[in-house]
């Protein structure tokens, strides 16, 4: 492999890495609370970044509501506790929220919606949601990782010792189990994101700690968008490639595929067996197509 090609993998991934919406918002909102960082609350350039990029990120989020409100009335996973479902329908339920009123005060900062006091009103009650839907994710991963810690302990019992990390059911938990700590420590640290924007302990919880405390979380948010990128092997360019090496993709995708590679096949399968006319070789075309 040779350091041109290393290079152009790397190049694809960032592209790939950039694509996506999410991230964007995110590397924004490291900017963002950077800025609040530096500024620690006192007029000069970094606040006015601080500003600035807090209302451009909410251009990122029109309309992001809809997530949230497909995950409030979809079904859960069999098994899964009532508390925590309860908790998981909160969370989608008071984010949702927030993500919609926060539309209500981008509105309001670009000109658009005039009263002032209202938009101030709703963008503080959008900020409660928000802290309450970290709450709630804070008990979630709370709760999942009890459940995981219990079912490994239970996979160690069953396992000698020299087996568990080569069993891929236990090495599966592990990593499952790990990412669930990680967005335990986010959603606990969006806690204080949101105490310090709040203002509910504003000698404790300063500008300057709100700050520290959001690109901490902006760039857990950022490797966590990450984990769906295709490895580098996938990006490199293969003399014998075929469709087997090509990475896999998204459910939705893969059966959209699967289904125009089956339609072409039968296309070119009645195109090579028989003698067709020109209406029927439009017609193929037109599915292909």
Known sequence: MSTLDATRAELALIVLYLNKAEARDKICRAIQYGSKF????????AQNVDKSTSLARKVFRLFKFVNDLHGLISPVSQGTPLPLVLLGK???ALLSTFLFLDQIVWLGRSGIYKNKERVDLIGRISLFCWMGSSICTTLVEVGELGRLSASVKKLE????????????????????????SLA???????????????????????????GAFGVV????????????????????????????SSPPLLPPFA???????????????????????AQEVKNVISIII
């Open 157 to 180: 019992k069953e396992l000698k010792d020299g087996e568990k990390h080569h069993n891929e059911q236990y090495r599966a938990k592990l990593k499952k189990s790990n990412e669930r």
């Open 217 to 244: 979380t902006s760039l857990i948010s950022c490797y966590q968008i990450g984990y769906g990128l295709p490895t580098k092997a996938y990006l490199l360019p293969n003399p014998r490639f075929n469709f087997d």
């Open 255 to 277: 059966s959209l595929n699967s289904v125009a590679a089956s339609i072409t096949t039968k296309a070119k399968d009645k195109l090579k067996t028989r003698a067709c006319s």
């Open 184 to 210: 335990l420590v986010k959603s606990a640290m969006d806690i204080v994101v949101a105490v310090g924007l709040l203002q509910l302990a504003p000698k404790k919880v300063t500008p300057r700690v709100t």
């Open 90 to 92: 909160s969370k989608n």
């Open 38 to 45: 530096l500024s620690d609350g006192q007029p000069g350039t």
